[in-house]
């Protein structure tokens, strides 16, 4: 998903790799990529389309509602705001 992290490492990874001439590559993995969205689609379509095996609600601890709440928010926080992370990883490998 684009306004993610992981969306901008795979593109930084896309980009290096067509810069160093390795188009062929970077042409694989976008078909890998697509082939992995196929996946993707199917588990929101069964968690949003189909319906439900029971109708008994979920229920998580407060540890684990935090837990999943601050995850979710730091990856969209990282997708929104990449720099940060960006130059820590470039510090770290020069």
Known sequence: ?????????KLSVLQAVIDV????????????S???AFY?????KLMYFD??????PLTANKDMQIAI?????LVL???IFPG???ALCSRVLT
Do not use: C, H, Q
């Open 34 to 36: 697509i082939i992995g």
């Open 1 to 9: 998903m684009p306004p993610t992290v992981g969306f901008y490492a």
């Open 21 to 32: 001439n390795m188009v062929w590559l970077a042409i694989v993995a976008v078909a890998f």
């Open 69 to 73: 709440s601050l995850n979710g928010l």
């Open 77 to 79: 926080a990282l997708g």
């Open 84 to 86: 940060g992370l960006l």
């Open 51 to 56: 319906k439900p095996e029971s109708d008994e």
């Open 40 to 44: 993707y689609i199917r588990i929101v």
